[in-house]
């Protein structure tokens, strides 16, 4: 049997199609997750997609930060349970405290949409395993609230502990402190970034690359051979 | 009924790319002399029944853990005069 990876729907929620049709293509089984349930049907994983949960009111995930499922996968993640969250998804990974920090406007204003170059900084999480540590790779981005924030002192332990573990290269595209695009927590379950990987898995559509694949194979690895 | 009030501001060591743009129009307005703009929210709650040192701690907690992301913003709650006492004491 193969890996069961969820993704939550949110009121909003953008990419969970994206993410799903990810997952299958990686080889794992994509399960649906809605907002108000708590249970998460047995996965193994799970993702928490982009897009404007609750409309983004309040703040970028703050509000889906006290959704039912959330209960769950707060819990279950401080348990070991892998959990991804892309974009929106990451905003509410640090609105729910599982990721330090915080994300703010991004510094221009505007939104912005582009293919972003990253570098992967740490191959060793549940979700990054199939990269090399310094591997260059090309995957789309597209945010509203995209700069990355924390105090100094976080910033400097992040670093210090390998926990940034994808930077912006060339051009930081949101005002993002120390070009930081995604970041671990502690036992390297939990990733969150602001670019999506999701819309880079087949040669036909985004970057006409497939550099985002590696995310869901190195899950499922991570699992299977678990 | 009362009104309590709940501004929350983003911390002063934050960058605040709204509040500068704002302060960059001003001079096109006609507006001198504003050398900073910083923008917030404001909350405004209806609240039911008194309020009292047990209500006002719980609207703290709820603007801790929900109004405010503290990682990055202050916040100050404050009850609001009714409005036919304010006008009293003009």
Redesign the interface.
Known sequence: MTARIGVVTFPGSLDDRDTRRAIRLAGAEPVALWHKDKDLKQVDAVVLPGGFSYGDY??AG?ISR?SPVMETVVEQAKAGLPVLGICNGFQVL??AHLL???M??????HFICRDQKLRVENASTAWTGDYRAGQEILIPLKNMDG?Y??DDYTLDKLEAEGRVAFRYLDFNPN?SLRDIAGITNEAGNVVGLMPHPEHAVEPLIGTGRTDGLPFFTSILKKLVNA | MARVVVDVM?KPE??D??GQ?VQRALPRLGFEGISDVRQGKRFELEVDGPVDEAALARIHDLAES??A?T??EDFIVKVEEPADVVEAAK
Request: glycine content about 10%; proline content about 7%; cysteine-free.
């Open positions: 309040l703040r703050a006290f640090t609105e330090p920090g915080a703010l406007g991004n510094n221009h204003l700069r924030v924390a005002g | 983003l934050i960058l790319p709204q743009a929900f109004l992301n990682v990055i």
